[in-house]
Nanobody, 125 residues
Framework: VQLQASGGGLEQPGGSLRLSCAASGITFSRYGMGWFRQAPGKEREFVAAISYSGGNTNYADSVKGRFTISRANAKNTVYLQMNSLKPEDTAVYYC???????????????????WGHGTLVTVSS
C-alpha cells in the first residue's frame, strides 16, 4: 500500500495550496480518507476527513471554512484545498486511509490503518 502526498511548499499568509494524495494497493473507493498534520514539537492532529463515497466530510475547528477535502475515486486521489493560510498551519501534512463503508467520518488518528510519508507546508512571509 502506498499513499503519496504532494503539493506542499512555502506560501505566504493568506495564500493557498492544494495537497494531493495518490493511493495504490488498496480498493480506494472502500476507504475513508483523512488528512492530519504534525507541527514541530506537537502531536499529530486531525485536519479533515471524507467518507468512502465523498458524501460526508468533517473538519477540525481550526480549519473549518478555510480548507476543503475532496476525492476522485476514479483517480484514487484525495485532495486538500487550503485557502487563507495562516502561520499556524505550518506542519507536515499526512494523508491516511481507513477501511470504512459507513457514513460516519473518523477523526481519530489511531483508527487509520495506512499512512503516507507526508508533505511539508510552511506558511511564512
Amino acid at each position: 500500500v502506498q499513499l503519496q502526498a504532494s503539493g506542499g511548499g512555502l506560501e505566504q499568509p493568506g495564500g493557498s495550496l492544494r495537497l494531493s494524495c495518490a493511493a495504490s494497493g488498496i480498493t480506494f473507493s472502500r476507504y475513508g480518507m483523512g488528512w492530519f498534520r504534525q507541527a514541530p514539537g506537537k502531536e499529530r492532529e486531525f485536519v479533515a476527513a471524507i467518507s468512502y463515497s465523498g458524501g460526508n466530510t468533517n473538519y477540525a475547528d481550526s480549519v473549518k471554512g478555510r480548507f476543503t477535502i475532496s476525492r476522485a475515486n476514479a483517480k484514487n486521489t484525495v485532495y486538500l484545498q487550503m485557502n487563507s493560510l495562516k502561520p499556524e498551519d505550518t506542519a507536515v501534512y499526512y494523508c491516511a486511509a481507513k477501511w470504512n463503508l459507513g457514513t460516519v467520518v473518523d477523526i481519530t488518528v489511531r483508527n487509520y490503518t495506512f499512512w503516507g510519508h507526508g508533505t511539508l507546508v510552511t506558511v511564512s512571509s
